[in-house]
């Protein structure tokens, strides 16, 4: 049972206009009250797709605010609307909206607060075009956190998500980095948390329009990565708790990072 719940469908963009139309055909919009979109100064016409999509919902950024700038306004944005779940849907293709349905249920019947779509479980990443190394580093990165943190989880990569409101005001986001590393300070900080994460098995695209970070910035996520599982060992420890781990003040919206489109 889903009803009586706010899902809200939020899509970090930059330069989707090939592939955000089908992303948003295949979102179950029996179930989804709002979906909002951020573009982060997008080179092609990802605004102008979306508002002849009609998404209700848009959010332009002034300037390139980067992966992880442009998910804290999605979040904002979910919050500022009242949404009790929240998922976070890449408008490149990547991953298939039908799952939706899934994610939800497990957190509007309060079985979890997190819902992950992993493309490690099953056979989904290499089947669906993971590069080889990725997929190798997937693999150390996962393991070497999981070592640190005390978890179980078959990945931490992955950019499908969905979130109680609960968890979203309970973790300090905005202090996060605007960098890729966001996702996984973000895991991390709701394994400080205490919440446990469910997963679920996720088929995955990588074809030429599909979003994915090159070999170089590849390498400074992974470097970050190690320093996300470092910095929650010490914090843990309480050697040297981390600013990430420190509970959020309330949430400020940004003027920049919010100036509405069509009706927003």
């Known amino acids: ?46 605004i102008k797709t979306a508002m002849e999509l009609g998404i209700e919902h848009i959010i332009p950024h002034t300037k ?17 609307l009242g949404s009790d779940i929240v998922i976070m849907l890449h408008p490149d293709y990547q991953y298939t909206p039908k799952l939706l349905h899934s994610m939800c249920y497990l957190i509007a019947n309060d079985v979890y607060h997190v819902v992950l779509g992993s493309r490690i479980l099953g056979k989904g990443a290499l089947k669906g075009g993971m590069p080889i190394y990725k997929y190798i580093a997937n693999r150390f990165l996962t393991l070497f956190q999981n070592i640190m943190m005390g978890q179980k989880l078959s990945e931490y990569h992955t950019g ?23 996702d996984n300070q973000m895991l991390a900080q709701i394994c400080y948390q205490g919440y446990e994460i469910a997963e679920i098995t996720c088929p995955t695209k990588y074809f030429k329009e599909a979003s994915s970070i090159n070999f170089s910035r590849s390498v400074k996520y992974g470097m970050g990565v190690l320093g996300v599982s470092m910095q929650y060992f010490f914090s843990k420890l309480g050697i040297k708790k981390a600013n990430i781990f420190k509970k959020p003040g309330n949430i400020e919206q940004v003027a920049e990072l919010n100036v509405p489109v069509n009706n927003a």
Request: hydrophobic residues 35%.
């Open 1 to 46: 049972m889903i009803k009586d719940k706010i899902v809200t469908v939020v899509m970090p963009a930059y330069n989707a206009a090939k592939t955000l139309p089908q992303t948003y055909a295949e979102i179950p919009h029996d179930i989804v009250d709002y979906v909002v979109l951020v573009d982060d100064r997008s080179s092609d016409e990802t």
């Open 64 to 80: 390139n605010k980067g992966y992880g700038g442009n998910q804290k306004s999605c979040y904002n944005k979910a919050l500022e």
């Open 160 to 182: 499908y998500r969905a979130f109680s409101k609960e968890v979203l005001h309970a973790v300090n986001y905005m202090e996060n980095s605007d960098d890729f590393v966001f």
